[in-house]
């Protein structure tokens, strides 16, 4: 008798281990199968709706060049080039975060000219307003000796960029998820709308904050008050504004 107890008492304990265990594995499964759909929540959900916050235009420091053309039998800029180097000094004063380096090329057929033009340059930057401590000058290689080389201007600016574009990370067809059925803009729309707003703005920092006020035009506003006071309309009158008209149809 005491030992049919001690066997069923042995049978009962392993049923119970195995059972707990069964209950632990199915507990683990459930556990694994929510963590899974979790994961997948997680991806979809963390696609940002809004096409700015997908594609952020970011503020970072580029460069901003320019090339001089010089011929092998030539030294000196021409007055379209003296033109373009003053151009290029006038944008440095008012973008640039660096000084302005000079690329000669060395070792050409046309390196002593391209010497001179550096020269040169040197000079019309000067006169626009670069000071000489601002420019630094050195040699580079091409990538051919028998070649002509350009002489390169460049500088550091603040440049607006967004990108890169014609990324793909789900799939616009029906996949073996619902995400293209939820009504959410895929991951590429709006790229090459905030790319081409990066490239076109005039000043990056226009993106990140607003410009300080302008001094007002008080000649202007004295004689606005003026006409206010005198109960006259302060409207401006342009005496010449028909003249360019060549039909009176519709008057």
Sequence with gaps: ?????KTSNASLRFNRAAHR????????????????????????GSL??????????????????????VGARRGGLNAMQRGEVAAFASVWKRE??????????????????????????RGVLAQAGVPPQAIVARPYRS???????????????????????????QDLGLAHDASPTLNKPYWNLGCASQRNLASMVDNPADLVQPRGDTPIYSARRAVAI????????????????SKGKISDVGQ
């Design 48 to 69: 940002p709706v809004d096409y700015r916050h997908r594609h952020p235009i970011a503020i970072k420091e580029g460069s901003q060049s320019m090339e001089v053309f």
């Design 1 to 5: 008798m005491t030992g049919n107890t």
């Design 21 to 44: 265990s069964a209950l632990l594995l199915a507990a683990a499964f459930l556990c694994a199968g929510c963590s899974l759909s979790a994961k997948k929540d997680d991806v979809t």
């Design 226 to 241: 003026d006409k206010y006071r005198k109960g006259e309309s302060s409207a401006t009158v342009y005496p010449d504004a």
């Design 143 to 169: 990538g051919s000796p028998y070649q002509l080389a350009t002489v390169r201007m460049r500088y550091p600016k603040m440049s607006a960029q967004a990108g890169p574009c014609g990324l793909w990370p």
């Design 96 to 121: 640039a975060t660096g000084g302005i380096a000079i690329d000669v090329p060395s070792g050409t057929p046309n390196s002593r000219a391209a010497a001179e033009v550096a020269r040169e340059i």
